[in-house]
């Protein structure tokens, strides 16, 4: 449905673009139609006058690239004489994102880094997701504030709460780059991140302090029990073998899939099932959830190094160059 749209709104463009030519003939304008007919290229020379000035990511250059073929090359030629109309009804569309950017900007920050990515991203978003932002804006720019703060580097004290009384961790404790890591089984992208961790226990297993925190999202109603299968595991020894078998197989996680990994992991069953149905570990996840509150985790994959929040988690190399930096000063 979305491309449909797109390809009437690129249709659309181009009847603007012909009319505004047309009209242009009263003021005494030459009429294109009266030249000679336009060559079969006209339309490729109209998408790309038009991409030119849209994006090559805006919907309607790819939308007018898909028309090419069934255009007037006439008409395209037209469109491409009064491109400058096109230009101008783009900038009218997007004109409830270019407003909702600089607004958002200016009660953010300019500087901050929200504000580049509002920057980079809505001006490109469809108007009509820019509208119902605009019509929630409080909530809008209450999360922005919410996720600048969460980039702020954390102080000592808020840095130790981390790390203290972690159920699965790492590493010496008195490494010089301390690393926690808020993540939730049923999350893809916890998933990918879960590849960095591995990076990270292989080459500084004995430089850095690793500290893993549950943070099931609410949305994720699988992911309280599978963290707490994981803390079941790790009672016995084996919570990262648990942790491999999970997120090998993503959003796998119904109680019978937790049941088939600690079987497979070689888990005393009797033992883990109990832990599991008794909700021994219930309170632990939610001692973890709190604690990431504290610090304003509202999402997963969430990693600190150094109390420094870490932006781009599954880029393994960068999480390496991040650590070394930390431990090289």
Not at 42 to 60: N, V, Y
Not at 114 to 123: A, D, I, L, M, Q
Request: charged letters at 25%; one cysteine or more.
């Amino acid at each position: 449905m979305p491309r449909f749209h797109a390809l009437c709104s690129s249709v659309v463009l181009l009847s603007l673009a012909l009319s505004g030519c047309l009209k242009g003939r009263e003021g005494g304008e030459a009429d294109p139609g009266g030249s000679a007919p336009a060559g079969p290229g006209a339309c490729a020379e109209f998408s790309k006058a038009l991409c030119d000035k849209a994006g090559a990511d805006d919907p309607h250059c790819g939308a007018i690239r898909n028309l090419e073929s069934i255009l007037s090359p006439n008409a395209c030629a037209v469109g491409t004489k009064q491109i400058a109309f096109t230009e101008l009804a783009l900038v009218q569309e997007r004109k409830p994102c270019t407003d909702l950017t600089e607004r958002l900007c200016k009660d953010i920050g300019e500087a901050t880094e929200s504000c580049k990515g509002v920057r980079n991203r809505v001006p490109g978003a469809p108007p009509t997701q820019c509208k119902t932002m605009t019509e929630q804006y409080a909530s809008v720019l209450d999360g922005l504030r919410q996720a600048e703060e969460k980039l702020k580097p954390l102080d000592a004290a808020k840095q130790a709460t981390l790390l203290q009384g972690a159920k699965v961790a790492f590493g010496p404790s008195d490494a010089k780059v301390n690393v926690v890591f808020f993540s939730d089984f049923q999350c893809p992208f916890c998933a990918q991140a879960s590849k960095t961790v591995e990076v990270i226990r292989h080459n500084f297993s004995d430089k850095v302090r690793f500290v893993f925190r549950q943070f099931p999202l609410p949305f994720h109603e699988r992911a309280h029990l599978a963290a707490q299968a994981s803390l079941a595991a790790a009672e016995q020894g084996k919570f990262w073998e648990f942790h491999e078998k999970a997120f090998a197989n993503p959003g796998v996680i119904a109680r019978e899939d937790l049941d088939t990994y600690a079987k497979e992991i070689g888990l005393d069953m009797a033992r883990f099932k109990s832990a599991l149905d008794s909700g021994k570990f219930k309170d632990a996840v939610d001692a973890d959830l709190a604690l990431g509150k504290t610090v304003n985790v509202s999402s997963t994959p969430t990693m600190y190094v150094n109390g420094t929040f870490i932006k781009r988690i599954s880029d393994a190399p960068a999480v390496v160059a991040a650590i070394d930096a930390e431990l090289k000063r």
